[in-house]
């Protein structure tokens, strides 16, 4: 399979649709957050909850877990700010364990040359549907998989990225 640009997998997502994720009804019913965050706060308890339970799996079959340390980097001024509100980002890391089993992994990237791929196997992104004030929002989640398989992959980030889903 032909892998896409490494920098593209945000504007890939603005071409999802929502029967990417499922039937409209399914998507409805997958993308209802389970908990509320509104602030740093709330989401880094929710967080430092969902962490113990992990490794997570996709939907389209990707396994990955949630460092504890990373928690502080998923709820950070930089994380936060490359979603396009603060307000649909703590949401979608308070329910980062539901939307990540609802992720689907429709392309794969080359790995960028700009950062640090010492030890990288891959750079997976998965993108998953979210209800935000009564529309679908896409979540992208980037998971980091390792060449030493013992290490296994690691969710990273996530990012809620403006674009709407009907």
């Known amino acids: ?68 340390k990373i928690i502080g ?8 700010n490359a979603s396009f509100l603060p307000e649909v980002h703590y949401l979608a890391a308070a329910n980062i364990d539901k939307l990540f089993s609802n992720a689907i992994e429709p392309w794969f990237f080359e790995l960028n040359p700009n950062k640090n791929n010492d030890g990288l196997k891959a750079r997976h992104y998965l993108f998953a549907p979210m209800n935000f004030h009564e529309r679908i929002v896409v979540v992208k989640f980037t998971v980091k998989e390792y060449i030493n398989p013992e290490l296994g992959k690691k969710m990273y980030s996530i990012e809620a990225i403006d674009t709407v889903k009907k």
Do not use: C, Q
């Open 1 to 68: 399979m032909k892998k896409e640009p490494w920098d593209s997998s945000t504007e890939k997502a603005k071409n999802l649709k929502i029967t990417d994720f499922g039937t409209p009804e399914e998507v409805w019913e997958m993308a209802k957050p389970i908990r509320s965050a509104s602030n740093r706060k709330e989401a880094t308890e929710i967080l430092k909850e969902i962490t113990k339970h992990s490794p997570y799996t996709s939907k389209s079959g990707l396994t990955a877990r949630i460092p504890g």
């Open 73 to 80: 980097k998923m709820v950070s001024s930089e994380a936060v």
